[in-house]
T-cell receptor
């Protein structure tokens, strides 16, 4: 098991609420990522970070924002949740190993917006 | 950007047989290719990485091949077991707009191993 943690695991909230999904890793990795995945669909990269104070938007447009104030912590925030945000959110960190970047994923947060 | 194609239909095999999954990609040739396993409701788990100059890589019952001419990787599980049932994802490095490299994942192929 990778040392990467996500909370909460499940979240049901009403439209318009502000939420923050937490992600922490204890492996000291500089690179961290947020993915969105709907059931039976591929992973879509929504945000990534290459170190403290560095964040970039991914391939999939997202209304969420992220911050990276500490190496181990990469929270994702939705200012005003909508039903279209219902999905599974996966956090990952990576290290260079064996000739490429290997990603380690957290268990995910399953979000349901009513 | 990299486009990855994996068979969207589930692969059903009997225990003890060899499962073979395919990953095809377009556009540029990547420096390496990875395979991950994903169980329902959980995050993917890294299995194997194969570099462009490697034709084949093995790890226990797993074997990966990488044909850069065909732009294809094959993922084999020998002596398959019901516990191998999962979705297997192919992943390739992709240059992002920021200049850094990220991973693009395929949609995955579900493998079902029956006793």
């Amino acid at each position: 098991e990778a040392d990467i943690y996500q909370t909460p695991r499940y979240l049901v909230i009403g439209t318009g609420k502000k939420i923050t999904l937490e992600c922490s890793q204890t492996m000291g990795h500089d690179k961290m990522y947020w993915y969105q995945q709907d059931p039976g669909m591929e992973l879509h990269l929504i945000h990534y970070s290459y170190g403290v104070n560095s964040t970039e938007k991914g391939d999939l447009s997202s209304e969420s924002t992220v911050s990276r104030i500490r190496t181990e912590h990469f929270p994702l925030t939705l200012e005003s949740a909508r039903p279209s945000h219902t999905s599974q959110y996966l956090c990952a960190s990576s290290e260079y190993s064996g000739g490429g970047e290997t990603q380690y994923f957290g268990p995910g947060t399953r979000l349901l917006v009513l | 950007s990299q486009k990855i194609e994996q068979n969207s239909e589930a692969l059903n095999i009997q225990e003890g047989k060899t499962a073979t999954l395919t990953c095809n990609y377009t556009n540029y040739s990547p420096a390496y290719l990875q395979w991950y396993r994903q169980d329902p409701g959980r995050g993917p788990v890294f299995l194997l990485l194969i570099r462009e100059n490697e034709k084949e890589k093995r790890k226990e019952r797993l074997k990966v091949t990488f044909d850069t001419t065909l732009k294809q990787s094959l993922f084999h599980i020998t002596a398959s077991q019901p516990a191998d049932s999962a979705t297997y994802l192919c992943a390739l490095p992709t240059a992002s707009n920021s200049g850094y490299s990220t991973l693009t994942f395929g949609k995955g192929t579900m493998l079902l191993v029956s006793p």
